[in-house]
């Protein structure tokens, strides 16, 4: 089964808007991470996020957890034509230190100028 | 900064030849990866690999892959004969000990193309 999954699936806005995507998952996690890919490059990390956090900030990045509802949102505010990217979240699993990441399918994001 | 660098950046092969993809991790990291991205979905752990020996692998990560530290700084990945639905982006990743040291970061990829 998925461990993640984000939506909205794809986001259009305007440059200057603000753009929240979220991320729910099914199993209890130790960290949550998310991730910016431009169109077929590499995976840029963002914001890690602790299982015993609620909120972080990074730049223009805000990042919430809410683990009763095992899910995540991720906001861009202010948002950038460089904004445009798919995003995605990543999580480990609690049983096991080190662990690989899941990705969810990602949120693809066009910011128009 | 730090990062992980991959080598070739991409590949095109023949179906049925080997390929081996590079990675050369960030150098006070223990813990490596790889994943691959088919074209449009999500990225998917393959395997991982720790102290010179497989941590974990999925249930893609079959007989034809294989892969090896064979010295102080590189990690490979080989696909023995490569299928055409390997074509794939390939990602590494490594990762640091200790409990602030949670995140993976990731290579650039290797786009692999078989034909």
């Known amino acids: 089964s998925q461990q993640g999954e984000e939506d909205p699936q794809a986001l259009s806005i305007q440059e200057g808007e603000n753009a929240t995507m979220n991320c729910s998952y099914k199993t209890s996690i130790n960290n949550l991470q998310w991730y910016r890919q431009n169109s077929g490059r590499g995976l840029v990390h963002l914001i890690l996020?602790?299982?015993?956090?609620r909120e972080k900030h990074s730049g223009r990045l805000r990042v919430t957890l809410d683990t009763s509802k095992k899910s995540s949102s991720l906001l861009i505010t202010a948002s950038r034509a460089a904004d445009t990217a798919s995003y995605f979240c990543?999580?480990?699993?609690?049983?096991?230190?080190?662990?690989?990441?899941?990705f969810g399918p990602g949120t693809s994001l066009s910011v128009i100028p | 900064e730090p990062e992980v660098t991959q080598t070739p950046s991409h590949q095109v092969t023949q179906m049925g030849q080997e390929v081996i993809l590079r990675c050369v991790p960030i150098?006070?990291?223990?813990?490596f990866y790889w994943y691959r991205q088919i074209l449009g979905q999500k990225v998917e752990f393959l395997v991982s690999f720790y102290n010179n020996e497989i941590s974990e692998k999925s249930e893609i990560f079959d007989d034809q892959f294989s892969v090896e530290r064979p010295d102080g700084s590189n990690f490979t990945l080989k696909i023995r004969s490569t299928k055409l639905e390997d074509s794939a982006m390939y990602f590494c990743a490594s990762r640091g000990w200790g409990a602030g040291n949670n995140e993976q970061f990731f290579g650039p990829g290797t786009r692999l193309t078989v034909l």
């Open positions: 996020i602790r299982s015993n956090e």
């Open positions: 990543a999580t480990d699993r609690v049983k096991t230190s080190y662990d690989k990441v899941i």
């Open positions: 150098s006070n990291h223990l813990y």
